[in-house]
């Protein structure tokens, strides 16, 4: 079977990209591997640049990617730190690999002579000279924070060590026009609900396929979601418009283990799968936008913001810890912006 892959930076993070025609059988073994994600608008699916998947796909290794015996046994430490701690496996992971990169940057020192100006060499000469973005350049610093509160003998001032300066994105977000179009574009039934609970409720991508049946709360009127980022259990209002669709699509499908289920039974639904149907969704209503899953829980905090409702209750419905996560809303916001006359008009 063939397949062609390669290093790539993937929204400036360094992973590595393997294409292939479709095919299930390809698809299911890629998906074995840890964190294998599907990019629908790049057409590649892209895993961690770590030593094992170069060595899978047989890439050259770089220097970069062997820290010393140290360093190495350090980073297995560091992951038994991690999972005393019940920090998820993405995390400990993202974090090891993080660690791991820093210290094979270091590799010819003794973890306890490294010092903040290594830090600093570390971001200029491997950070930024390769690109990679402020938000990988903020995970790495994570991890070093993280690595060294447990180091007994450091150099290391923790409180020193500096965080990129953030990037200012905008959330993409949907007119209600848009959602509604998209929403009622398929006919079939299971996925016309799942997109729907996804704006209806604000819900990550994982947040819907991890829902079981009795996470829907009709006498209430809430949808319960449990340990979901950082490990914390929310409810969200549940709508009368959706319980509705959910009773008719109960009927049909008698989901038992997950609330959506794959093709067999007390399956989960595919990630990859869920992405196929919004990008069909989309590709019926005709819009011209790369959408993605995520700009509907935008458009979803976004739409609740201009119809009124208090931030605070955006924070805690969205389940951010912080509100600076939430405040971002009120710049897409076009509530206030569009009573605003430009002096154009007076011209």
Known sequence: MNYKAKTILHKGTP????????????????KTFEDARWSASNKYWHLPDTEGNRLHFKLPLAHTLVPNTEGIASIETFKR??????????TINTYSEALKSFLTFCNTKAVKDITNE???????????????????????VNAIKLFFKIVKETSIEINKIHRPKREKV??????????????????????????SM????????????????NDIDSKR???????????KDRITPLSSKILELLRIYY???????????????????????????????VRLAKINKPVTLHWLRHSYATHLLESGTDLRY???????????????????????IQQIKSPFDDL
Not at 81 to 90: A, H, P, T, V
Not at 198 to 213: A, F, Q, V
Not at 254 to 274: A, D, I, M
């Open 118 to 140: 290594d830090v600093i060499a570390y971001n200029n000469d491997f950070i930024l000279k390769n690109k990679f973005s402020s938000s990988y350049q903020n995970q790495i």
């Open 251 to 281: 009927k049909e499908y008698s989901p038992k283990t997950y609330l959506f289920e794959g093709q067999q039974k007390n399956t989960q639904y595919s990630t990859r799968s869920l992405e196929e149907v919004l990008k069909k969704s």
């Open 221 to 231: 009127n809430v949808v319960i979601i449990r340990q979901s980022k950082g490990k």
């Open 314 to 336: 955006i924070q805690e419905l969205l389940g951010h810890n912080s509100s600076k996560t939430t405040e971002i809303y009120t710049h897409v916001s076009t509530k206030n």
């Open 81 to 90: 730190y991690l999972l005393s701690k019940r920090y998820s496996l993405n």
């Open 198 to 213: 996804i704006y209806s409720c604000g819900l990550r991508r994982s947040e819907l396929l991890n829902l079981k049946p």
């Open 15 to 30: 992973r590595i990209a393997v294409y292939f025609e479709k095919n299930t059988t390809l698809i299911t073994r890629i």
């Open 170 to 195: 905008l959330p993409n977000v949907l007119s209600k026009d848009e959602v509604k179009a998209i929403l009622s574009a398929h006919t079939n039934l299971k996925h016309k609900v799942m997109l």
